[in-house]
């Protein structure tokens, strides 16, 4: 009968091990949640921009939507 509880609080320690871990890394991964500084010059470096516009409800007006066509898809 021993045994069996020592498998089940086995366990349950190997549960909140994994769970930590996890947690940890998740945490890890999302940083300090600082963005980084833009560029001081306002020419084109070639870079992308990661910043999504703010949202816009007139652009999806009815017409719009109605005469929207998926995008072809790629040809190599």
């Known amino acids: 009968m021993r045994q069996g509880w020592g498998a089940a609080v086995a366990v349950a320690v190997a549960v909140v091990v994994v769970a930590v871990v996890v947690a940890g890394v ?4 999302s940083g300090p949640g600082e963005r980084p500084a833009a560029p001081a010059s306002v020419e084109d470096t070639g870079a992308s921009s990661s910043r999504v516009p703010s949202p ?3 652009y999806w007006d009815p017409a719009r939507m109605g005469s929207a066509e998926p995008a072809p898809m790629p040809t190599e």
């Open 26 to 29: 998740a945490a890890r991964r």
């Open 56 to 58: 816009d409800g007139s």
